[in-house]
DNA sequence: AGAGGTACCTGGCAGC
DNA sequence: TGCTGCCAGGTACCTC
């Protein structure tokens, strides 16, 4: 799925879009997600006025005066902008449609997404609430790793896509970012220094950020709100890449699992 | 408290 | 061709 590079992407091509606009309708046409999609959508939210497309970690807002539609993507969820025109697809769930036809259409193969409505101040929603620190704001750094890692035994990895440790960093930017910050993933998280997570909190925010930039990652089938891929998997430096050599020392990236997940790193370049 | 596994779901692919 | 098993960008929830 989208991580945050990706949810940010969506986040950027949907808000001109729809921002400031009225709602008018809801279509539910599959309300079995990762929680029942709330029936109470197609009542509450026509005649309310979008206010402002929000991130928090990978969950979209959709703030309204009245209260906030909470969007997540799952693993494998798309929102793409159109029109009442275009027919729905088989994964097309639900559609949300504004007064002036503009149609933003959410699409989830695996419906591992989730579509929610909070009336109440979204940061307090149980969902987010207890969620870690955005990893480009400042509140993320070396001292704050070092200070959650406390001393646990599990996989550096498995901390950084903890996200009641950090949000938005899931399984292929942990990779990315570790082998940028020359770290081995299976390494425990109570065992690595200040130094070296200062680093690591450097290599995550640019490779966000670089992924960003990069309209994300599309391995096979994220894309933008209109429809096109991201372009961040060719600036990829392991992940996906085993028995390739490695960019910076040729020695061949190796794949383990750590928590049931594929993990790419160099045993040379990450110590 | 922390660690590890399971579950949710669809579809593509490898191997037999 | 068809079956089985495994894999995939997430994460809440369960047990030990």
Same mark, same amino acid.
């Given at each position: 799925?989208?991580?945050?590079?990706?949810?940010?992407?969506?986040?950027?091509?949907?808000?001109?879009?729809?921002?400031?606009?009225?709602?008018?309708?809801? *279509?539910? &046409?599959? !309300?079995? /997600?990762?929680?029942?999609? +709330?029936?109470? %959508?197609?009542?509450?939210?026509? @005649?309310?006025? =979008?206010?402002?497309?929000?991130?928090?970690?990978?969950?979209?807002?959709?703030?309204?005066?009245?209260?906030?539609?909470?969007?997540?993507?799952?693993?494998?969820?798309?929102?793409?902008?159109?029109?009442?025109?275009?027919?729905?697809?088989?994964?097309?769930?639900?559609?949300?449609?504004?007064?002036?036809?503009?149609?933003?259409?959410?699409?989830?193969?695996?419906?591992?997404?989730?579509?929610?409505?909070?009336?109440?101040? *979204?940061? &307090?929603? !149980?969902? /987010?609430?207890?969620?870690? +620190?955005?990893? %480009?704001?400042?509140?993320?750094? @070396?001292?704050? =790793?070092?200070?959650?890692?406390?001393?646990?035994?599990?996989?550096?990895?498995?901390?950084?896509?903890?996200?009641?440790?950090?949000?938005?960093?899931?399984?292929?930017?942990?990779?990315?970012?570790?082998?940028?910050?020359?770290?081995?993933?299976?390494?425990?998280?109570?065992?690595?220094?200040?130094?070296?997570?200062?680093?690591?909190?450097?290599?995550?925010?640019?490779?966000?950020?670089?992924?960003?930039?990069?309209?994300?990652?599309?391995?096979?089938?994220?894309?933008?709100?209109?429809?096109?891929?991201?372009?961040?998997?060719?600036?990829?430096?392991?992940?996906?890449?085993?028995?390739?050599?490695?960019?910076?020392?040729?020695?061949?990236?190796?794949?383990?699992?750590?928590?049931?997940?594929?993990?790419?790193?160099?045993?040379?370049?990450?110590?």
């Amino acid at each position: 799925m989208p991580e945050l590079p990706e949810v940010e992407t969506s986040r950027r091509g949907i808000a001109p879009h729809i921002e400031g606009k009225t709602f008018k309708a809801v *279509v539910i &046409r599959q !309300p079995r /997600l990762r929680w029942p999609v +709330p029936d109470s %959508l197609m009542t509450t939210l026509p @005649g309310l006025k =979008l206010d402002s497309v929000e991130r928090r970690g990978k969950y979209l807002l959709l703030k309204t005066r009245q209260g906030t539609l909470i969007l997540h993507l799952g693993m494998s969820g798309n929102l793409r902008i159109t029109t009442p025109e275009q027919a729905p697809g088989k994964h097309d769930h639900v559609d949300f449609i504004f007064d002036d036809n503009t149609l933003l259409r959410l699409n989830d193969q695996r419906k591992f997404g989730a579509v929610l409505w909070s009336s109440d101040p *979204v940061d &307090r929603h !149980p969902l /987010l609430a207890t969620l870690g +620190p955005e990893p %480009l704001s400042d509140a993320f750094n @070396g001292d704050y =790793l070092l200070q959650r890692a406390g001393k646990r035994s599990l996989p550096v990895k498995s901390l950084l896509m903890d996200s009641h440790i950090v949000v938005g960093v899931g399984n292929i930017y942990a990779s990315e970012s570790l082998f940028m910050a020359g770290i081995l993933p299976t390494r425990p998280a109570g065992e690595i220094s200040l130094r070296e997570y200062l680093r690591l909190a450097e290599a995550v925010k640019t490779v966000l950020r670089m992924a960003i930039d990069k309209g994300g990652t599309t391995l096979r089938d994220f894309t933008d709100a209109q429809g096109k891929p991201g372009y961040f998997q060719q600036a990829l430096r392991v992940y996906g890449r085993v028995d390739q050599p490695c960019l910076t020392c040729a020695e061949p990236v190796q794949q383990i699992k750590i928590g049931q997940r594929a993990s790419y790193f160099c045993s040379v370049c990450q110590r």
